[in-house]
Structures are given as C-alpha cells and as structure tokens.
C-alpha cells in the first residue's frame, strides 16, 4: 500500500493498483463480484426474515437476550439460512470495499491532477475510511457466526452492532463522495498549478 506520492500527499490505499485502464477493468471486477454476492444471498435473506427476523435485526441485535429471542424464532431453517448469509456476504464485503477504495482513490488522484489538493486528500481520507469498513464488517461478520455458534454472551452482541454502524457510517460517506465527487470532477475546469510548485 502506497500512502503518500510525497511527504506531503496522502494517498489511498492500493492507489498504484487502480490506476490506468487496468485500474478501471478491477473496479469492473469488484462490481461484478459484489453484485453476485449480493444476488446469490437474497434467498438466505428472505428466509431469515420468513422465519422470525430479518439481517439487520440480527445485525444490530446488540444484547444478549435479543440474540437468544432471534436464534430461538429462527428454528433451524432460519439458523441455516443466516449461517449461509454469513458466508456469502465475505464476498459482497470483498466486492464493495475493494470497489469504494479504488472509486475514492482515482478521483483523489484527479482531482490532485485538476490542482485540488484539499479535495484530493478528503478522497484519500475516504478510501481509507471504506477499508476501515470493510475489516468493521469482516469483523462484524466473524463476531456473527461466533453468535450462530452459540456465543451470544456480551460483548459480542454489542461488538457486532458497533461494527455494523462504523460499516454504515464510513461505507455510505465514502459512496456519497464517489458517486458525487465522480459528477463534480467531469464539469470542474482545471486549476493551474502555481508556479514553482509541483504535483
């Protein structure tokens, strides 16, 4: 992982690896594989919902008798298909952070090339908060199959709900900037660079 292209400008993670054309074909990648997990966990999501309790309750349960009232409704066919979501979802994490990391991380570096330094480091500043998401969600989802296995004792109820709130929080701001940033930079005209500075 590069951090700085100099002492003085934060870079995102992975920064080299997104670059170029061969950059924009691993974001393709990363889309079609958080597309297709999220596709193939559908139906365990449906039935954790059928049978007492949807993802996100389960998610955010944050206390032990909550956990135990949700694992009791599940029955087995509930139980199985939140094991299986558990599972699935490694790949939709994988999917979405690699993907906001390199969205963040090129409009950081177009932006430093337009002359926005400010705008540039706040991009960087959000790819590395969508990396601290997904290993918040990786974590999140460890700490969820420990609850299916019958480890539903504090602090791991908790420990996942705060999990699935920094995922929120720094997934949905990373998203936001990209997709917002990503319409901004298209019209911005450039600024030139002052004289005797470099980018």
């Known amino acids: ?40 966990e559908l139906p365990a999501l449906a039935r954790m919902s059928k049978h007492g309790t949807g993802v996100l309750g389960f998610e955010f349960a944050a206390t032990t008798d909550r956990m135990r009232e949700i694992l009791i409704r599940w029955g087995s066919a509930g ?7 558990v599972f699935i979802d490694v790949g939709f994490i994988l999917g979405y952070g690699l993907l906001l990391i390199g969205l963040c991380g090129r409009l950081s570096e177009r932006l430093r090339d337009q002359g926005r330094p400010r705008a540039a480091t706040l991009a960087a500043l959000l790819a590395w908060g969508a990396l601290a998401a997904a290993v918040a969600n990786a974590l999140q989802k ?35 900037f990209a997709v917002t940033g990503g319409i901004a930079v298209r019209r911005m005209p450039c600024e030139a660079t002052p004289e005797g500075q470099t980018r």
């Open 1 to 40: 992982m590069s951090v700085a292209r100099s002492s003085r400008h934060l870079r995102a993670p992975f920064a080299d690896r997104f670059n170029g054309a061969a950059g924009k074909r691993l974001l393709w990648l990363c889309a079609i594989v958080m597309l297709a997990s999220g596709a193939a």
């Open 79 to 85: 139980h199985t298909a939140a094991q299986q979501h």
């Open 142 to 176: 460890v700490v969820l199959w420990l609850e299916l296995h019958g480890h539903i004792a504090q602090p791991l109820p908790t420990l996942a709900a705060m999990c699935g709130a920094l995922t929120f929080i720094l997934g949905i701001s990373a998203a936001l």
